[in-house]
T-cell receptor
């Protein structure tokens, strides 16, 4: 069965500092991997996705993520966080048009 | 280009009642998936509809049912509501048959409160 683990429930960073959100997955084949962001009371917005090829993927809002097969990880990074990045971030795994399996999310707080 | 829309935005029901939530997919999309997001949790897959049929189902009881119409819009029905059904219900649309089919676009959700 596929699963996603986001070990950090809450993370607080200062504005301008770098950010890394961790994601580990379990999947029987090469997965499709996603990061979504959710602001309070809102739906999910896709930040970036990995299907194949280059293991470092670029997304919107200056985010990037690196797929590491050996570590079953797909960590999200941003070199300099802005106050508007405060939100909840979800990692998800899926393949072939089927369901997405989400992690429990990481709540990001940005200190000014 | 309108994205995924859902109605209503909020809904309050009592235990034992039935509820219907509605979703219109993003223009050009033909597949609709429904997710339940309990407070403090990640979304959980309920089911997916394509060509007006349920194609895949998550671990939800038969009280949860759905429908897809010829225009690709969809409904989620929940019967005999329980307190535990209180959650944000998210609809996501995608385009079948393409590698990006997993790239699901989400609506803003319907917040269901069961009293």
């Amino acid at each position: 069965a596929q699963s996603v683990t986001q070990p950090d429930i809450h993370i607080t960073v200062s504005e301008g500092a770098s950010l890394e959100l961790r994601c580990n997955y379990s999947y029987g084949a090469t997965p499709y991997l996603f990061w979504y962001v959710q602001s309070p009371g809102q739906g999910l917005q896709l930040l970036l996705k990995y299907f194949s090829g280059d293991t470092l993927v670029q997304g919107i809002k200056g985010f990037e993520a690196e797929f590491k097969r050996s570590q079953s990880s797909f960590n999200l990074r941003k070199p300099s966080v802005h106050w508007s990045d405060a939100a909840e971030y979800f990692c998800a795994v899926g393949r072939g048009g089927n369901k997405l399996t989400f992690g429990t999310g990481t709540q990001l707080k940005v200190e000014l | 280009d309108a994205g995924v829309t859902q109605s209503p935005t909020h809904l309050i029901k009592t235990r034992g009642q039935q509820v219907t939530l509605r979703c219109s997919p993003k223009s050009g999309h033909d597949t609709v998936s429904w997710y339940q997001q309990a407070l403090g949790q990640g979304p959980q897959f309920i089911f997916q509809y394509y060509e007006e049929e349920e194609r895949q189902r998550g671990n939800f009881p038969d009280r949860f049912s759905g429908h897809q119409f010829p225009n690709y819009s969809s409904e989620l029905n929940v019967n005999a509501l329980l307190l535990g059904d209180s959650a944000l219900y998210l609809c996501a649309s995608s385009l079948n048959g393409r590698r990006g089919a997993n790239e699901q676009f989400f609506g803003p959700g319907t917040r269901l409160t069961v009293l």
